[in-house]
């Protein structure tokens, strides 16, 4: 084999590989956090968080869920798709700080949004809101999650417990 045939092949290859990176399309976190699965699955194991802001470079699509890379975060694997934006995300500190939850993302996309819960409130005086809004309130863990998952029998992709 003529060695400077081979070399040639593997500088095209890296050469390839490098325009490929460059070209690859990039996106940035616009909600508080966004929870990083090593499979496109809320069960798949849990490998991380990016913040809002945190930039990302998407790898590949799969049924709302997208893979993603971030050199800031140090995270590799697959996060919601509507936690990302192509558009900027203009970051600010204080009181004007800015940044929809995830839950505010999902109600926005179900059309169900604080003015529209305003609005449906207003015309609904008799309902009493108390509880869903302390349900609201009420957090979990993936970790607690898993846990509440394995106690009932159901075993999260990957999980080895």
Do not use: C
Request: no cysteine; glycine share 8%; hydrophobic share 40%.
């Amino acid at each position: 084999m003529n060695y400077s045939f081979g070399m040639k092949k593997v500088m095209v290859l890296v050469l390839l590989l490098a325009a490929a990176s460059v070209w690859a399309e990039s996106a940035q976190v616009q909600i508080r956090q966004a929870s990083v699965y090593d499979h496109p699955s809320v069960m798949a194991k849990f490998l991380g968080r990016l913040t809002l802001g945190d930039k990302v470079s998407v790898l590949s699509r799969k049924n709302g869920w997208v893979e993603v890379v971030s050199d800031e975060a140090h995270l590799k694997g697959w996060t919601r798709e509507q936690g990302l934006t192509s558009a900027k995300v203009a970051l600010r500190s204080g009181k004007n700080a800015q940044g929809a939850s995830t839950t505010e993302v999902s109600l926005a996309g179900r059309g169900f949004s604080d003015p529209v819960e305003s609005e449906y409130r207003q015309e609904n005086p008799q309902l009493n809101y108390a509880v869903l809004d302390a349900m609201e309130k009420n957090t979990i863990s993936d970790d607690e999650l898993n846990a509440f998952l394995r106690d009932g029998g159901i075993h999260p992709e990957g999980d080895t417990q």
